[in-house]
């Protein structure tokens, strides 16, 4: 139901460039994907998925393999980049290929503290329009809901995430 607003955004913005840290059991890709080949051909949507695959550690919310993800993406059409890993490790290898992303969600099951390490490299992947969304629960009703963070956010989780590396 929460996913409802997510593929809203996604045909009234004609999103064509998506990028989703978490792919849990990848059926929200395949929509996602789906949803984007409506506004643009299915050759010009990019999809990258960034999430732990097989190294899920026990007891982590259930997911699918790499090799799964690949099989059930491949079909759309659509250009699929699958990087196993967590957000920083994954996003330090791939950041500078996906420029002028339109769509990054953020998965509620991401490890908080690579994904703070992970905030330094989000910048340089998006352009003035872009939207970030962060999955998480509404404590009204324990319902999952998606937020949108404002680029000014982004921008000092990514400053906040260059001084700690520095410190490092």
Do not use: C
Not at 27 to 39: F, P, V
């Amino acid at each position: 139901k929460s996913d409802r607003t997510l593929y809203r955004l996604i045909r009234r913005q004609k999103v064509a460039r998506i990028v989703e840290l978490g792919v849990g059991d990848g059926q929200r890709a395949a929509r996602m994907i789906a949803l984007a080949g409506w506004s643009h051909p299915a050759d010009q949507v990019r999809y990258a998925g960034v999430d732990l695959f097989e190294g899920r550690p026990a007891g982590a919310p259930p997911g699918i393999t790499l090799k799964e993800a690949h099989r059930r993406l491949s079909p759309t059409k659509a250009k699929i980049y699958l990087a196993p890993g967590d957000p920083y490790s994954a996003l330090s290898r791939l950041a500078n290929s996906l420029p002028a992303t339109d769509l990054v969600v953020i998965s509620r099951d991401i490890d908080a503290e690579s994904l703070a390490q992970a905030w330094f490299f989000v910048p340089r992947m998006l352009h003035a329009q872009s939207i970030v969304l962060k999955e998480a629960i509404d404590p009204k009703n324990g319902a999952a809901v998606f937020v949108e963070i404002p680029r000014a956010t982004i921008d000092a989780r990514a400053s906040a995430a260059q001084r700690s590396r520095r410190a490092a």
